[in-house]
Every structure is written in structure tokens, then in C-alpha cells.
């Protein structure tokens, strides 16, 4: 695909549902071809066990994920102006986003993906909205990017 950025960042609320298992779809998929992080407006979450389950059972790992935030991400030095392409998955994140990358030439998308943590009574409940997330983010993933390198 001739628009493949060569660094991505995905960004949520808390870069513990929705933003990991982005990261992990794209590192999945197509291997080293970008540098692949993601960030939250906020890193006062560890990574979400149910995200880390409806992964798991497409066979995506997410269990070393650190949630970290866009704050912590500039205090580590990953200057935001680095990534070419910014994968908003929420409406928080794309304000964030949009406003820490005012003066940089870059691109912030916005993909609408559901945020399951509020659905649902009871595990299976949470699962099903969790896999609908987790599906959700493979079928933008899938169709701006192209088919998989590796699966």
C-alpha cells in the first residue's frame, strides 16, 4: 500500500482496552514495516483483563502491556511530531491528539471503536461486548492497511 505510514500511534482513554490491542493487531500483522506505540489521555489503568483474553483467543499477546500516557510518553522523550500517522479511538484521545499536534505536520485519523468497559452483566456479557471492540479495530486496521503480512 503506497500510504503505509512508517510510524503509527493509537490512542484511548486510558491505553488499556482499545489503543493496546490496536498496537498489538498492527505489530501482529505487519511486523516491523512501522514503529507502532500507543498512549492514553490518561495511564491511570492497567491493561484490561478481558482485553487481554478476546486477544488472546485470536492469538494476540497483550499480557506485557504498560499503559502509559501521552504525558509520560513526552517526560520518556517519544516527541509526538516523530509518528506520521496518529489513530484516534476515541473522542477524548482525538481532542488530546489534535491539540498536542497543532503545530506538526502530521496525520490525526479518527476510527469511532466502541468502548466495551461499561457493557454488559456478567463475564460472558463483557466478553461479547469486548470482542466486538476487538473486531471492530481488526476490520480498520484490515481495511487501512491491507491485507496482513504475517498472521
Same mark, same amino acid.
Given at each position: 500500500?503506497?500510504d503505509?505510514p512508517?510510524?503509527?500511534?493509537?490512542c484511548?482513554d486510558h491505553n488499556?482496552v482499545?489503543?493496546?490491542m490496536?498496537?498489538a493487531?498492527m505489530?501482529?500483522f505487519y &511486523?516491523?514495516? =512501522?514503529y507502532v $506505540?500507543?498512549?492514553?489521555?490518561?495511564?491511570?489503568?492497567e491493561?484490561? &483483563?478481558?482485553?487481554?483474553?478476546v486477544?488472546r483467543e485470536?492469538?494476540?499477546?497483550l499480557?506485557?502491556? *504498560?499503559?502509559?500516557s501521552?504525558?509520560?510518553? $513526552?517526560r520518556l522523550?517519544?516527541?509526538l511530531?516523530?509518528?506520521d500517522?496518529?489513530?484516534a479511538l476515541? +473522542?477524548a484521545s482525538?481532542r488530546? =491528539?489534535?491539540d498536542?499536534t497543532?503545530?506538526y505536520?502530521?496525520?490525526?485519523?479518527?476510527? +469511532?471503536?466502541?468502548? +466495551?468497559?461499561?457493557? &454488559?452483566?456478567? *463475564?460472558?456479557a463483557?466478553?461479547?461486548?469486548? *470482542?466486538?471492540?476487538?473486531?471492530q479495530?481488526?476490520e480498520?486496521?484490515l =481495511? *487501512?492497511?491491507? +491485507?496482513?503480512e504475517?498472521l
Open positions: 500500500m503506497a503505509f512508517s510510524s503509527i500511534l493509537f484511548c488499556a482499545r489503543s493496546p490496536a498496537e493487531m505489530k501482529k &511486523g516491523q514495516r =512501522a $506505540q500507543s498512549a492514553g489521555v490518561h495511564n491511570d489503568m491493561i484490561d &483483563g478481558f482485553s487481554v483474553a486477544c485470536i492469538g494476540i499477546e499480557d506485557r502491556h *504498560r499503559s502509559r501521552f504525558a509520560e510518553m $513526552q522523550g517519544d516527541d511530531s516523530q509518528f500517522l496518529i489513530i476515541s +473522542p482525538q488530546m =491528539a489534535l498536542l497543532r503545530f505536520h502530521l496525520s490525526v485519523e479518527y476510527w +469511532p471503536i466502541l468502548d +466495551p468497559t461499561a457493557i &454488559g452483566e456478567g *463475564r460472558e463483557k466478553l461479547s461486548a469486548y *470482542r466486538q471492540a476487538r473486531d479495530i481488526r480498520r486496521v =481495511a *487501512r492497511f491491507g +491485507p496482513p504475517a
